[in-house]
């Protein structure tokens, strides 16, 4: 059991039997009155985010989240499909389950799934990946040094802002939690 006060951003917990993710949180000790933690968790099985207030006394159990590499084969049907490199074994994620990660997604690519205990929840995307450009708005000359953006596209399909004096063909890497760039190949 963990209590409240040592949770951290992060930790997978088990709260009325769901599994959550701590995406942020904040202890509060108002001048009148108890102490108590503001927390804002993810759901692992439905990935809907909610935000929560808990009493400093209460305590959560932890739940244990494995992670396995895999190497991503295929879309068919709304219905995406994994390979275990060394066993194998073929996973299926729903639409749903995967959410805007497939914007990220191309053919071959390694990913983690992430277990509870035999339940395939979902995937995660390394932090930051690398795309070719496949499309992209004529750049204005010498404006290198501006902070100016224009609309490219990467080959899955996703439209990025970026510098302008990025062109077609270029790599560029993306950071997969908010899309944005963050720099060339």
């Known amino acids: 059991m963990i209590d409240v006060n040592s949770i951290k951003n992060g930790m997978t917990l088990l709260i009325e039997g769901n599994i959550y993710q701590v995406v942020e949180f904040l202890h509060?000790?108002?001048g009148?009155?108890?102490a108590f933690m503001k927390t804002k968790l993810k759901n692992l099985r439905t990935g809907t985010s909610l935000e929560r207030t808990f009493n400093t006394n209460v305590k959560f159990e932890e739940a244990r989240i494995d992670r396995k590499a895999v190497q991503y084969l295929y879309e068919a049907a709304g219905t995406?499909?994994?390979?275990?490199?060394t066993t194998?074994?073929?996973y299926e994620l729903s639409s749903e389950q995967i959410g805007d990660n497939k914007d990220y997604l191309l053919e071959n690519m390694s990913v983690e799934?992430?277990?509870?205990?035999?339940?395939l929840l979902g995937m995660t995307l390394p932090e930051k990946m690398e795309y070719t450009i496949i499309e992209a708005e004529p750049g204005i000359k010498d404006s290198t040094a501006s902070a100016a953006t224009k609309n490219a596209k990467i080959e899955t399909g996703l439209n990025v802002r970026v510098p302008m004096f990025i062109n077609e063909g270029d790599r560029?890497?993306?950071?997969?939690?908010?899309?944005?760039y963050y720099g060339r190949a």
């Open 28 to 30: 509060v000790k108002p």
């Open 32 to 34: 009148k009155g108890s």
């Open 80 to 85: 995406y499909y994994f390979m275990d490199n």
């Open 88 to 90: 194998y074994e073929q």
């Open 113 to 119: 799934l992430t277990f509870y205990g035999s339940e």
């Open 172 to 180: 560029i890497i993306i950071t997969t939690y908010d899309g944005k």
